[in-house]
């Protein structure tokens, strides 16, 4: 009984009144670009760009290069976005990415699955005005046959 009584003042001091989306739907008046890293096993490793157009649409580039020794490691990606709810401080998304991943020597891809298509939805935060942090869940297809749900994360700045 103590737990259920715990239970229903912390939810009560956690909840939050309903707002329509509408009413805090914010649109860009103009092109943004930010810079940034990006992590994920469909779009790839590395240095990102991400354009957000006046729209719901953005897009994103990716990639990323390591040597080690005699091993080459790279891949190079991008990904549509397409905003579902854009407000003040949060961004609620669904996105489609492709990306190639290459890990091997003199031209020998060692990678049973290098070609990665991926569908999925994510969100941003921001709590400083130009830093943004995302994070998405992307259904992927390797070129393997094998279907992962696999997380992304991604850190921009944006130049507003």
Known sequence: MLSLTTSVIV???LAV???SPSTQTTHL????????LSAG????F?????????SEFSYQFIGGIIKTDTRLHYNLGSEIQY???????????????????YSGESGNNYLSA?????AGIGGEWSNIA???????????????????????????????
Do not use: C, W
């Open 130 to 160: 130009s830093f943004h942090i995302a994070g998405e869940l992307m259904f992927t297809y390797f070129s393997d046959g094998t279907v992962l749900p696999l997380p992304q994360l991604s850190a921009h700045y944006y130049f507003f």
């Open 114 to 118: 290098p070609l990665r298509i991926g």
């Open 29 to 36: 008046e103009k092109n943004v670009f930010g810079l940034g």
């Open 83 to 101: 905003d579902v709810f854009h407000g003040t401080t949060t961004r609620f998304f669904t996105s489609g990415g492709i990306g190639y991943f």
């Open 41 to 44: 096993l469909t779009s790839g």
């Open 46 to 54: 590395g240095i990102s760009f991400r354009q957000h157009f006046p």
């Open 11 to 13: 939810l009560n001091n």
């Open 17 to 19: 009144s309903q707002v």
